[in-house]
């Protein structure tokens, strides 16, 4: 297991993605919640089993995999429902991630979480990367890949830790305003700083 764990996050539309798999082409170990999220629903498992029978059949596509939009739909309007998906899938996510963590065979692992801070999941790593970009910049990423409109955005990034607040709580920062080039020489200086850290644990 490495014992040694980063805890990789940034407001949506930050680059997180790149900078994870610029750390895996490095040979790192990646743990990303939004993976584990949707392995704990998948077919066949206990997840999905107690959202079906708590919703009904219907929040299910006909192959049997869960219908994500309808899902969506149901708990944003009722907050209760929210907080009991959350309740069932929390405990799930964590313990599947730290499950994979435990078997990282690289010096160190990184735990890729959009609301590292937001759950109090920074308390399962040693220390914090925030990759950093302007509000601006965020809407501007989210609209064109997402195709969704500035209002959506601006809520998705309402509902996360404020810019500030995650900077305030960030070990290191990645600035990602700049070309991939830059970013690669970015990860490469924090990849050396991480090698010595997970040394020293």
Same mark, same amino acid.
């Given at each position: 297991m490495?014992?040694?764990?980063?805890?990789?996050?940034?407001?949506?539309?930050?680059?997180?993605?790149?900078?994870?798999?610029?750390?895996a082409?490095?040979g790192i170990?990646?743990?990303d919640?939004?993976?584990?999220?949707?392995?704990?629903?998948?077919?066949?498992?206990?997840?999905?089993?107690?959202?079906?029978?708590?919703?009904?059949?219907?929040?299910?596509? =006909?192959?049997? =995999?869960?219908?994500?939009?309808?899902?969506?739909?149901?708990?944003?309007?009722?907050?209760?429902?929210?907080?009991?998906?959350?309740?069932?899938?929390?405990?799930?996510?964590?313990? =599947?991630?730290?499950?994979?963590?435990?078997?990282?065979?690289?010096?160190?692992?990184?735990?890729?979480?959009?609301?590292?801070?937001?759950?109090?999941?920074?308390?399962l790593?040693?220390?914090?990367?925030?990759?950093?970009?302007?509000?601006?910049l965020?809407?501007q990423?989210?609209? =064109?890949?997402?195709?969704?409109?500035?209002?959506?955005?601006?809520?998705?990034?309402?509902s996360?830790?404020?810019?500030?607040?995650?900077l305030?709580k960030?070990?290191?920062?990645?600035?990602?305003?700049?070309?991939?080039?830059?970013?690669?020489?970015?990860?490469?200086?924090?990849?050396?700083?991480?090698?010595?850290?997970?040394?020293?644990?």
């Amino acid at each position: 297991m490495s014992n040694f764990i980063v805890g990789l996050t940034g407001g949506i539309g930050s680059g997180k993605t790149t900078v994870a798999n610029l750390f895996a082409d490095l040979g790192i170990t990646l743990v990303d919640a939004d993976i584990v999220s949707r392995e704990v629903v998948a077919p066949g498992t206990i997840g999905l089993t107690r959202i079906a029978e708590h919703f009904g059949q219907s929040i299910l596509h =006909e192959n049997g =995999e869960l219908n994500r939009a309808a899902l969506r739909e149901r708990i944003f309007s009722t907050p209760p429902e929210l907080e009991w998906l959350n309740n069932l899938l929390h405990p799930m996510i964590r313990q =599947e991630m730290l499950a994979q963590l435990k078997k990282a065979t690289s010096p160190y692992a990184i735990l890729v979480v959009p609301l590292l801070f937001e759950n109090g999941l920074d308390r399962l790593v040693n220390c914090t990367l925030v990759v950093d970009i302007s509000p601006e910049l965020q809407t501007q990423r989210t609209m =064109e890949r997402d195709s969704v409109s500035a209002k959506q955005v601006q809520n998705i990034i309402g509902s996360q830790a404020s810019r500030a607040e995650k900077l305030s709580k960030a070990d290191d920062v990645i600035d990602n305003h700049g070309t991939v080039s830059a970013l690669q020489s970015k990860v490469a200086l924090l990849h050396n700083k991480y090698l010595k850290l997970a040394d020293h644990t």
